[in-house]
């Protein structure tokens, strides 16, 4: 009921606002077709064909915006029907106002989050400041439904994500971070028979705390345009009280054509505080990797890289090579050791021509592996081909299809046609 008044509100503003001010109206509308076949036994098969609907949509001037992102889904085939179908996903509905006395920004809405701690959507508010090379800001709201339906969380106080961060940019070639996240959901609650001291059993109501995310985070990066990169990061688990995870990448290209990188990364499991999995004596792993890359005539890439996996008892290595240009690119992967024995080898291409109005795709992947030792090998291949054609800017075509083989999905071929319109256009309604 809340998000739904918050829909009125939004509308009424922006529809004020479009009468007092010109207003630009833009957007994307996608229309797209998704045919597969299921088998739901060695003979039999079921043929489904799904269609999906994505409007975007953004209206405003200089430094307010209302913008929306939605999905319409469901089955065209009576005999494919799946559950819930249609279905209706409101992705983003939201209100961005920034550039406020110079320094202030804010959102309200179901609005998007990206922190790499607790990522997605929500509903609710973000304020914050971003001034002269320091940003800071906060945001608070309640976790989005299943489905993304258009409906908020009736339980506010047990079912939401609150967090904040910290930035500072002011620094030639560095920046600092600061981050904090706390992203809680409410199980329902259920009966189950147990057992009473006296081993009698008993009904009893199992009711979950909510605690589920609470992390700390920090990040550190230095940049000297094709010379040096450097970034790194560190995430606290605050429930298990330990260290999530510490990553460290970089990158050094001042040698002309030559490109040298580095990763580095050590992590626990994420696992929900209040899951029955954090009882388990799970181990951490670490990751490092070297790489060596070399451009020829800023046309082509030649790069190969090779990482080092190390987990309680194991470790495994991984090796990758590859071959990049405009027009596509061809890599080679292997893999060793605990993590499981694979080769695999992939292609993908893509041009334009006609001065854009058909840009032809090709991508091909064959794959050998197994998980240990002593299992069988198993092969996979896939394959997709198909075209986009945009005869003109707004508006374009897209078909392709994709077949793919292995043990379990024999001959799947699979097809997907797209129809894409773009629209910007400026209002002056008085």
Same mark, same amino acid.
């Given at each position: 009921?809340?998000?739904?008044?918050?829909?009125?509100?939004?509308?009424?503003?922006?529809?004020?606002?479009?009468?007092?001010?010109?207003?630009?109206?833009?957007?994307?509308?996608?229309?797209?077709?998704? %045919?597969?076949?299921?088998?739901?036994?060695?003979? %039999?098969?079921?043929?489904?064909?799904?269609?999906?609907?994505?409007?975007?949509?953004?209206?405003?001037?200089?430094?307010?915006?209302?913008?929306?992102? =939605?999905? +319409?889904?469901?089955?065209?085939?009576?005999?494919?029907?799946?559950?819930?179908?249609?279905?209706?996903?409101?992705?983003?509905?939201?209100?961005?106002?920034?550039?406020?006395?110079?320094?202030?920004? #804010?959102?309200?809405?179901?609005?998007?989050?990206?922190?790499?701690?607790?990522?997605?959507? +929500?509903?609710?508010?973000?304020?914050?400041?971003?001034?002269?090379?320091?940003?800071?800001?906060?945001?608070?709201?309640?976790?989005?439904?299943?489905?993304?339906?258009?409906?908020?969380?009736?339980?506010?106080?047990?079912?939401?994500?609150?967090?904040?961060?910290?930035?500072?940019?002011?620094?030639?070639?560095?920046?600092?971070?600061?981050?904090?996240?706390?992203?809680?959901?409410?199980?329902?609650?259920?009966?189950?028979?147990?057992?009473?001291?006296?081993?009698?059993?008993?009904?009893?109501?199992?009711?979950?705390?909510?605690?589920?995310?609470?992390?700390?985070?920090?990040?550190?990066?230095?940049? =000297?345009?094709?010379?040096?990169?450097?970034?790194?990061?560190?995430?606290?688990? =605050?429930?298990?009280? %330990?260290?999530?995870?510490?990553?460290?990448?970089?990158?050094?290209?001042?040698?002309?054509?030559?490109?040298?990188?580095?990763?580095?990364?050590?992590?626990?499991?994420?696992?929900?505080?209040?899951?029955?999995?954090?009882?388990?004596?799970?181990?951490?792993?670490?990751?490092?990797?070297?790489?060596?890359?070399?451009?020829?005539?800023?046309?082509?890439?030649?790069?190969?890289?090779?990482?080092?996996?190390?987990?309680?008892?194991?470790?495994?290595?991984?090796?990758?090579?590859?071959?990049?240009?405009?027009?596509?690119?061809?890599?080679?992967?292997?893999?060793?050791?605990?993590?499981?024995?694979?080769?695999?080898?992939?292609?993908?291409?893509?041009?334009?021509?006609?001065?854009?109005?058909?840009?032809?795709?090709?991508?091909?992947? #064959?794959?050998?592996?197994?998980?240990?030792? %002593?299992?069988?090998?198993?092969?996979?291949?896939?394959?997709?081909?198909?075209?986009?054609?945009?005869?003109?800017?707004?508006?374009?075509?897209?078909?392709?299809?994709?077949?793919?083989?292995?043990?379990?999905?024999?001959?799947?071929?699979?097809? #997907?046609?797209?129809?894409?319109?773009?629209?910007?256009?400026?209002?002056?309604?008085?």
């Amino acid at each position: 009921m809340l998000m739904k008044k918050l829909l009125l509100i939004l509308i009424l503003f922006a529809g004020i606002f479009s009468f007092v001010y010109p207003q630009n109206f833009n957007g994307r509308l996608s229309s797209s077709l998704y %045919t597969f076949e299921r088998f739901d036994s060695a003979n %039999t098969s079921t043929t489904y064909a799904r269609t999906f609907q994505m409007l975007n949509l953004n209206l405003g001037k200089q430094n307010v915006w209302l913008r929306s992102n =939605m999905n +319409f889904e469901g089955d065209l085939l009576e005999s494919g029907s799946q559950i819930d179908n249609p279905r209706v996903r409101l992705y983003n509905l939201y209100l961005d106002v920034r550039d406020i006395w110079g320094a202030m920004f #804010f959102k309200l809405g179901r609005q998007p989050i990206f922190n790499g701690l607790a990522g997605g959507v +929500f509903d609710g508010g973000t304020l914050g400041l971003d001034y002269k090379g320091y940003k800071l800001f906060g945001y608070y709201g309640g976790n989005v439904p299943a489905y993304q339906d258009f409906e908020f969380t009736d339980d506010l106080s047990n079912d939401y994500i609150t967090g904040g961060e910290f930035t500072v940019y002011a620094l030639t070639d560095w920046r600092f971070s600061a981050k904090y996240v706390n992203k809680n959901f409410q199980n329902p609650a259920y009966d189950a028979v147990r057992l009473d001291p006296n081993l009698n059993p008993i009904d009893v109501t199992i009711a979950n705390a909510s605690n589920k995310y609470e992390y700390l985070s920090g990040e550190i990066s230095y940049s =000297m345009p094709k010379i040096i990169r450097v970034d790194s990061r560190y995430d606290y688990d =605050m429930n298990f009280e %330990t260290t999530s995870k510490v990553e460290v990448s970089g990158r050094y290209e001042q040698i002309e054509n030559i490109g040298i990188s580095m990763y580095y990364n050590y992590r626990e499991p994420r696992i929900r505080y209040n899951s029955i999995f954090s009882v388990f004596d799970y181990g951490n792993t670490w990751e490092i990797e070297g790489g060596l890359d070399y451009r020829i005539q800023n046309k082509y890439t030649i790069s190969g890289k090779f990482a080092n996996v190390s987990y309680n008892d194991e470790t495994s290595q991984r090796l990758s090579l590859g071959l990049l240009s405009s027009f596509g690119g061809l890599t080679a992967r292997k893999g060793f050791g605990y993590a499981g024995e694979l080769d695999a080898i992939s292609l993908y291409g893509a041009h334009a021509v006609l001065d854009g109005l058909l840009t032809p795709t090709l991508g091909f992947s #064959f794959t050998r592996y197994k998980q240990s030792e %002593t299992a069988p090998m198993n092969e996979l291949v896939s394959l997709m081909a198909g075209t986009n054609i945009r005869p003109w800017r707004f508006l374009s075509f897209d078909v392709q299809g994709q077949y793919l083989n292995n043990k379990i999905y024999r001959n799947d071929w699979r097809l #997907f046609l797209k129809v894409n319109y773009w629209f910007n256009t400026n209002l002056n309604l008085l």
